[in-house]
């Protein structure tokens, strides 16, 4: 059974920084491609960063230059570091994983197989 686990979240002052750390279980972990996804109060889920099996990162043109997807193949972790936030990042931030064999738009939800229960980061002004 594949679980993701998300942890980091938390109240942080707008241009202050954070880390997400999500934990795979359950799945051949560098096989897979990984990704954050957040949705704010009232808003749809969107994509914000996505590490493929192969190394390659993706990012949302709103987090660009400000945060860092990464991952360690050993430990089965995916992290987000968050810097420069906004208040407009608040938002629950969820990890997914799907096979590397999926091709599917990396920035659209759909093309994911599994999903954490996601953790809140909350953006003070």
């Known amino acids: 059974q594949v679980q993701l686990v998300e942890s980091g979240g938390g109240l942080v002052q707008a241009g202050g920084s954070l880390r997400l750390s999500c934990a795979a279980s359950?799945?051949?972990?560098?096989?897979?491609?990984m990704a954050w996804f957040r949705r704010a109060p009232g808003k749809e889920r969107e994509f914000v960063a996505a590490?493929?099996?192969?190394?390659?990162?993706y990012y949302a043109d709103s987090v660009k230059g400000r945060f860092t997807v990464s991952r360690d193949n050993a430990k089965s972790l995916v992290y987000l570091q968050m810097s420069s936030l906004k208040p407009e990042d608040t938002a629950a931030y969820y990890c997914?994983?799907?096979?590397?064999?999926?091709?599917?738009?990396?920035?659209?939800?759909?093309?994911?197989?599994?999903w954490g229960q996601g953790t809140q980061v909350t953006v003070s002004s």
């Open positions: 997914t994983a799907r096979p590397r064999y999926v091709n599917y738009d990396m920035t659209v939800e759909q093309g994911y197989n599994y």
């Open positions: 590490k493929r099996w192969s190394g390659n990162t």
């Open positions: 359950g799945l051949t972990f560098s096989t897979y491609t």
